[in-house]
């Protein structure tokens, strides 16, 4: 199979009307939000395009056709088998985290979260009305169980609930949890009475070296509640669907979510899904494989190109996190360096993420997509090295 990340000419991509191709001037290599440079599997090109033949285009069915569908793909690759009588539809992974928010945590209390972190978690939960308490990711990039304790001492003061929203796999990191790291957010979460909210968007795109291990599989995860979506593996954000799972003694939780809520997934989105969990597994290993030699070639040429940024290849998700502090960077507006987003965008012409949006820690730090032909990969690192000169 040829590699599904060099099959779209640039040309090609550049039709794109979606808002990684539309949101810069042609002449930026767009490296930001995370969509992948694929074209679609096969088997999910066929179902959507059966269904647009026969005029399938009405409302989903509202019930668990979506898990059912994970079940097999989940069994296989992750050896466990979801809840699928404890599951529910859910727009899209951002709503449902909404959603199970709203179900354990009432106005004006606390959610912890891991910054930096997908820039989304935090506008979210504001926009729920919880506040945001921060426990930050050690300085390798994983959990910290010191800052994590403290996170949720302070959440649940006064008696109140709070929950703690987990991204795993890490968006921006690549961090994949360890086993012995989600005992340790159980362990804790119990202590503190914290209830345990988790974004698996990232789930089957985890490299060989690392175990993805779906939360509600380990030990104690009872009362957890998970989001999972194929949307990101398989390239689908624009066909929403997703789906909301809860453990055995969450489920009357979940049952407790409106129904309303689950009638904003796309009916397209859920044949798109399901036919990507059912067939789609060989297409996404050929994009793991041709996505596990991007992350090493960027690891080759920023040694070669800009030696000053730090990288560890991520474990899991198509994201570089690159710590560009050590760049010697022009000044900035407000007089410190400049943000090297905006130095590789203004003078590179090269699209990538400011770390700053990802709150406390993402400050000189960039997010780079790997989703990309090593070719543009190439020419990206090529231009934001000659961007410094
Ligand atoms: C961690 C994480 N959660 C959620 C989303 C968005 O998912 P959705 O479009 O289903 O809301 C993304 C998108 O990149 C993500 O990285």
Known sequence: MVNPLQ?????????????????????????????????????????????????????????????????????????????????????????????????????????????????????????????????RLSAEYRLDPDALERAFAEAVAGGRPAAYLLCSPHNPTGTVHTADELTMVIELADRY???????????????????????????GSERGLVLFSASKAWNLAGVKAAVAMAGPEAGADLARMPKVAGDGASHLGVIAHTAALRHGGPWLDEVLAGLDRNRRLLGDLLAELLPEVRYRVPEGTYLAWLDCRELALPE????????????????GRVAVVSGSLFGTGGAGYVRFNLAASPELITEAVRRMAAALR
């Open 7 to 135: 099959t779209l000419s640039l040309a090609d991509l550049r039709r794109r009307t979606s808002e990684k191709w539309r949101r810069y001037p042609p002449d930026v290599l767009p490296l930001w939000v995370a969509e992948m440079d694929v074209p679609l599997a096969e088997p999910v090109a066929r179902a959507l395009t059966e269904a647009v033949a026969l005029g399938d285009t009405g409302y989903p069915v509202n019930g668990t056709d979506y898990t059912a569908a994970l079940a097999g793909f989940a069994r296989e690759r992750w050896g466990w088998t979801p809840p699928v009588e404890q599951s529910a539809l859910v727009p899209d992974v951002m709503l449902g985290v909404v959603e199970m928010l709203k179900l354990v945590t009432g106005p004006g209390d606390a959610v912890v979260i891991n910054p930096p972190v997908y820039p989304p978690f935090f506008g979210f939960v504001w926009g729920g009305e919880r506040r945001i308490v921060e426990a």
């Open 193 to 219: 009475g914290v209830r345990v909210v988790v974004d698996e968007i990232h789930a089957p795109l985890v490299y060989p070296g690392a175990v993805f291990r779906p939360y509600l599989s380990m030990p």
């Open 332 to 347: 900035g507006a407000a007089g410190g360096p400049a943000d090297p987003a905006e130095v590789f965008l203004e003078r």
